[in-house]
């Protein structure tokens, strides 16, 4: 890699701009580029003193000076020429292995228009921008305050996303073998694909950085979240997922303080002796068959967790809402926006809007989504549970044989089944996670957001029966209780101190003493290249993990927590640290991540209702194989078929009434649902008028 | 009541006029109005030689003239000086107890736009129509062609609903202890409550009718129902009547076969030989215990139900989106007009329209919903379940007393708790009819959908409980599959007798035989004002009656066609009829209707879906009764419990498919979606284009 800074010019260049930095608050950090090597702008209301470097394209170590020109004046040239309409600026000299990417005014307005983001009005409303109208919303000639850090920068990627050839031609300084691009492929795709460019990513702004982090979680801001910032800085996943863990947390208040009363202040009301002594079994690891609940706290557990699941996601849905109109997110025009780059099909006229693009029959998708994406995802599902009913075979003729021979070889052969499992769950995970991303290209979404979500579903249904499958067949085939409180309980205890170490621990220590030097090293020479630093950080891999973390709480709170009542109390104090602990692994220790405008966390929202659903049947078979629920219908005398089929009156009567409950709650405050219904009214009018 | 056509004048113009009818061959029979005695119209382009006459507006027999006229004036006026701007016409002379209404074109046009109705644009493809714009629409100079008669009638109900006081005033010819409208009171609710509007109501078109049952029922029309014209002639909530009726009766072609099949073709397949003995059972009143269907034959009744009803409703659903489009109701701004003359609320300013009207907050509305209408639903269906639970007590009782004394008086008292149940019953329904009405104008409704869909819901749980109480009281309670096979065939027996007899026996009798005479008497003088026939004929009682019908048949199949596998076939030659017997009753025997633009049948739609949901559980429990899978289940060595288990996880199982199945099938065929998001982008466009 050519490293930066330690070219004479460059480095000059930026020391004599640093004067500057004190002028302007917002002015930031990594300003320390040559303003005057950025390319002109055509346009004149887009001339700006300073140009604010927005995204960093990475390029190969040996790029030629060719390509690099070639790829610059792409961005530069306007759209009508093919090109993206952006500012570009060859880093600290013409060989260097970077292009630093900022966008004018007039190229920032127009995406904003494409994109669907509703902007303040100068009456105060949040409408949908409109480049025509630019001049009646509030800080358009701004761009610093008129849109998020996070939003200029997805604006870049998103025209650099669409760039394409405009008639077949050869990359220049590319050898011609792999360098020819076809008329209308995706000329960033084909440079990535031969190794031209290595990465894009957006820079951070070290000042902004530094005030969230402040503000965030180092700072003495202990009860919230600048939800605001963290959007502006991050943008709408990050906004949301964030906003989402925070709703959650304040949400497991509730579920936690019915714990601490079931288990310590109720301990004898009714029947219900046998829970503190259930605690200090599985805290002991002697578990007593009798030691479970009380019926009636039993039935509080799982009257009050279906009731509590449902509120939590109506109540977060009209959160969300008012986050989405908030954060001018509502009215995304995705759909009518150029598709994701990865879509292909045959050049056509898109019916809706117009335009040419690549066309696809939404049936040809339900078909390949209906016949080949659904019987594989079973399939792989099925291949999980062979894998667990191998390992409890394999478990039960291991444990057999050492019964039989009792050597130490034997002995050893006792953990051949789960290493073998663990390796079998590795190897299949590896494999299901290749699949189901050419699985999701294959399906050939039209929209970033639709092929994220069915990404999303695949990869989540697989890893929650990973997780919960040994749960289930304890619950349900071995019905086994005291087994599953024990599992529960070590479950929840292993994974908090295995997430409390690798999210906090880890990151902490890494940062604090092998980053340290580095660090140094930077303050003694605050001027050197800032991009350094940050293109030596790792990836941002994604929120899955975060979400599907989450997930598996809300799982274990709401599947199983009546066997186990102190659950919510640890998932709370696990969340309070898990939120500042994802907060310092996102601003320190990865490169900023894109972050598309969304409206809210997608198909995470279906997969909690779903799992809420769920809860209610795992509560009712809970509840018919508890102990107590047993001995005290052997008391009443009552049929153990007709218990069951009270047990199943009652699910059918707590799902009804969870539907009802969540048809009841509107999904909207009733003020969004004004603002969008004004908006609505507006364009249905503005429709009728406009053919005048 | 003053009699038409008997006055000298009136009468002499009339005949006078029919000379002109044989020239417009569209032209109406009942266009013997005097054309000259219309109201005049301001507006140049709204003259038109032929005013055709469109609703009549029925006053009481002693009507002032002061009254009338002020009326007239009323209905005459502009709408900016508080009228109405319609045409009127006093019927035969100035003191008669009518007035014919009609409208002139722009008053038309300006509220088709109001409706959001959509009319075919220059282009062919259906827009919503805008008046700015009125050039570009096909037939816009023809209001014969532009508007279907019943649109044109929908229309005057529309406006006459919206005459408002302007300000405090007196009904002239009204005493003033009564007669006294207050600023902004609703003045046709008024005059129908002071007694001097009897009536309004849409008139028929004899020369359209005549054709309409031609190609509808009397010809040799078979196969189909001439859709399109019946959405003309009647409206869209009677269009999307016959055309569910029509896909629904074609799809009980396929459970009609595979009920013949499974009756006459595997009567001894697998271990089902009893079925058509069972048949031969039910028929000669003698059951045997174990005549049920094979476990086979079962299993196949309840998964082919369970995915019937599925595809039904899902195709349904596309159907019907299709017709609304075709139909040009697909963008219906009921949302954005007037609120319906019931809704009362403190005068504000509307945030979304920013008209002047009574608001009233949602919120108040949903609590009045769920902590009134709710429970007193609830309490009246507990009720039904009282009444239930007493007649069978009694019955025992009775009984008993019976069996104990054996007298003739006692063998009376046997009919004593039917008698009383069926009076019960009776006043139970009277009672509740009218609490659900007022619960439902409590509710205030601002759009009369909302109102319609509320108040349905209310009485239509309130009747399937009433019906089905009995049915499941024997599957579920009693357990006794036996009767309830045999019950379900007397019901659908008696059933299907009593409605063929009710709905085309009786009358077609009446129209022949004693319609006759008055008829002659027409012939005899053909000139004689054809309004009064129309005054005599009851007011048409609504759909509720006829798609209770179909969701009674709907419920006898899904939920327990399996204990009786020719339902199907007994309810498609009953609907083959039905059809007939519908489109006579509504042509010859009743007033015509207002129909309002509906783009749907409502709540009707999700009272199937329901059902279908209940079916499944239903099957899956009829399954697990059925002798022949106890015997089976003894003859295997399976546990009772285990089978419970396995009926709950097949039921859980089939559930999830179902919600599957339903969420694959798109709503709306893919050329509904793509014309309906192409006017979602023109409005974003236009929206965008408007504040240029």
Redesign the interface.
């Known amino acids: 890699m050519t490293s930066l800074g330690d070219k004479g010019e460059g480095h000059r260049e930026t020391t004599a701009l640093l004067g500057n930095e004190d002028e302007g608050s917002v002015q930031t950090q990594t300003k320390v580029l040559n303003q005057g090597s950025w390319t002109q702008v055509s346009c004149p209301c887009c001339v700006s003193e300073q140009v604010e470097p927005l995204v960093l394209i990475q390029l190969s170590d040996n790029i030629q000076p060719v390509t690099k020109r070639w790829l610059i004046s792409l961005i530069e040239v306007s759209e009508r020429d093919g090109g993206a309409a952006l500012l570009a600026h060859p880093g600290e000299d013409e060989c260097g292995d970077v292009i630093v990417v900022s966008a004018p005014r007039c190229t920032l307005l127009r995406a904003t228009?494409d994109l669907?983001l509703c902007k303040k009005y100068h009456n105060g409303d949040m409408v949908?921008f409109?480049?025509?109208?630019r001049d009646?919303f509030s800080n358009v000639d701004d761009m610093q305050e008129f849109l998020t850090l996070a939003e200029r920068q997805y604006i870049v990627k998103y025209e650099l996303d669409f760039l394409r050839a405009q008639k077949e031609q050869k990359i220049p300084g590319v050898p011609e073998s792999q360098g020819v691009l076809k008329a209308r492929e995706n000329i960033c795709q084909k440079l990535e694909k031969v190794g031209v460019i290595k990465d894009i990513f957006p820079l951070h702004d070290k000042q902004r950085l530094t005030d969230l982090c402040r503000n965030w979680y180092s700072g003495k801001q202990i009860w919230g979240q600048p939800l605001d910032s963290i959007q502006a800085y991050f943008g709408g996943t990050m906004g949301f997922y964030f906003s989402f863990l925070d709703f959650y947390t304040w949400a497991l208040v509730p579920p936690a303080i019915l714990g601490l009363v079931l288990t310590f202040l109720l301990p004898g009301g009714g029947s219900g002796g046998g829970v503190v002594k259930e605690q200090a079994g599985v805290m002991e690891g002697v578990v007593e068959v009798d030691d479970s609940p009380s019926v009636s706290g039993h039935m509080v557990q799982a009257v009050f967790s279906m009731l509590w699941s449902t509120l939590v996601m109506e109540f977060w849905k009209r959160r969300s809402s008012s986050l989405s109109h908030h954060w001018g997110l509502l009215h995304l025009?995705e759909?009518?926006a150029e598709p994701r780059p990865g879509f292909h099909g045959t050049l056509g006229i898109n019916?809706?809007?117009g335009r040419l693009e690549p066309l696809f029959?939404?049936?040809q998708r339900?078909l390949r989504?209906?016949l080949v994406s659904v019987p594989l995802v079973g399939f792989f599902l099925g291949m999980v549970v062979l894998g667990m009913t191998g390992f409890y075979h394999g478990e039960a003729l291991a444990q057999g044989f050492h019964q039989e021979s009792g050597s130490l070889f034997s002995g050893a052969l006792l953990y051949l089944p789960s290493v073998a499992h663990i390796i079998y769950t590795n190897m299949l995970g590896n494999v299901y996670r290749t699949v189901a991303m050419q699985l999701t290209e294959w399906e050939n979404h039209r929209e970033e957001s639709s092929f994220q979500n069915h990404h999303t579903t695949k990869v989540l249904l697989f890893t929650f029966f990973n997780y919960f499958a040994v749960l289930f067949h304890i619950a349900f085939y071995k019905q086994d209780l005291p087994l599953l409180r024990k599992r529960l309980a070590s479950l929840l205890i292993v994974t908090q101190l295995v997430n409390q170490c690798t999210e906090v621990v880890v990151p902490f220590i890494v940062d604090r003493f092998f980053s340290a030097p580095q660090k140094k090293q930077q303050e003694d020479d605050p001027n050197v290249d800032k991009l350094r630093a940050q293109r030596s950080l790792p990836t941002f891999p994604g929120l899955f993990a975060e979400y599907i973390e989450l997930l598996v709480q809300f799982g274990y709170l709401s599947l199983f927590s009546c066997v186990y009542p102190l659950t919510a109390v640890l998932l709370l104090l696990n969340n309070v640290t898990e939120i500042r602990a994802d907060a310092y692994k996102i601003c320190k220790l990865f490169r900023k991540p894109f972050s598309a405008p969304v409206s809210n966390i997608g198909v995470w929202q279906t997969a909690f209702e779903v799992l809420g659903f769920l809860s209610v049947?795992s509560n009712c078979w809970l509840l018919l194989l508890s102990p107590r629920v047993r001995e005290f219908c052997l008391e009443g005398g009552i049929s153990?078929?007709n218990i069951?089929?009270f047990a199943?009156l009652v699910e059918?009567v707590l799902i009804l009434v969870k539907m009802i409950l969540a048809f009841?709650i509107?999904d909207e405050p009733?003020w969004v649902?004004?603002k969008r219904?004004?908006?609505e009214?507006?364009?249905?009018q503005?429709?009728?008028?406009?053919?005048?």
């Open positions: 228009e669907g949908a409109s480049y025509n109208d009646n025009a759909r009518f019916p809706v809007t029959p939404e049936w339900q989504v209906g049947m153990g078929r069951i089929l199943i059918h009841m509107p009733d649902r004004i219904e004004q908006i009214f507006h364009s249905m503005a429709l009728g008028q406009q053919k005048l």
